[in-house]
C-alpha cells in the first residue's frame, strides 16, 4: 500500500511540476511578452553601446589633450611666460600703425569717426 502511495504522490507531484513548466514557457510566448523582453533588450544593448560611446569620447579626449601637449612642447609654447612675448590677436586694430594714420588735419573728416552717421 505504500509503494502504490508513494508512486502515486510521486506521480502527481511530477505533473504538477511538469503543468507548471509549460504554463510559464506559454506566458513567455505570448505576443506581449515577447514584445516586453525584446524591448527590455533592446534597452540594454543601448545602454551598452552608450557606454561604450562615452568610453571612446572619454579616451579621445584624453589622446587628444596629450597630443595638444606634445604639439606645444614641441612648438615652444609652453614655455616661461615671462620669456616669451605677449601674443596679439590678428583681428585687433593698432591704431598707431601707419596703414591706419590719417593724413588730413580736419578733426570731423576722420572716416573712423563717422562710422555711424545717425548721431
Known amino acids: 500500500m505504500f509503494r502504490r502511495t508513494f508512486w502515486f504522490t510521486t506521480g502527481v507531484a511530477a505533473g ?6 509549460v504554463n510559464r514557457k506559454l506566458k513567455q ?3 506581449e511578452s515577447l514584445a516586453a523582453t ?5 534597452i540594454e544593448a543601448g545602454h551598452r553601446l552608450k557606454d561604450r560611446a562615452v568610453g571612446f ?3 579621445v579626449r584624453d589622446n587628444m589633450a596629450q597630443r595638444e601637449a606634445e604639439l606645444e612642447d614641441a612648438l615652444g609654447l ?9 601674443r596679439r590677436l590678428a583681428a585687433i586694430e593698432n ?8 593724413t588730413t ?3 570731423y573728416n576722420n ?3 563717422n562710422r555711424n552717421e545717425d548721431h
Request: without cysteine; glycine residues 0%; charged residues 25%.
Open 16 to 21: 504538477v511540476w511538469a503543468t507548471t513548466k
Open 29 to 31: 510566448l505570448t505576443p
Open 38 to 42: 525584446a524591448a527590455n533588450k533592446a
Open 57 to 59: 569620447a572619454l579616451d
Open 78 to 86: 609652453n614655455a616661461d611666460p615671462e620669456l616669451t612675448p605677449p
Open 95 to 102: 591704431r598707431n600703425d601707419p596703414r591706419y594714420v590719417e
Open 105 to 107: 588735419t580736419y578733426p
Open 111 to 113: 572716416s573712423y569717426d
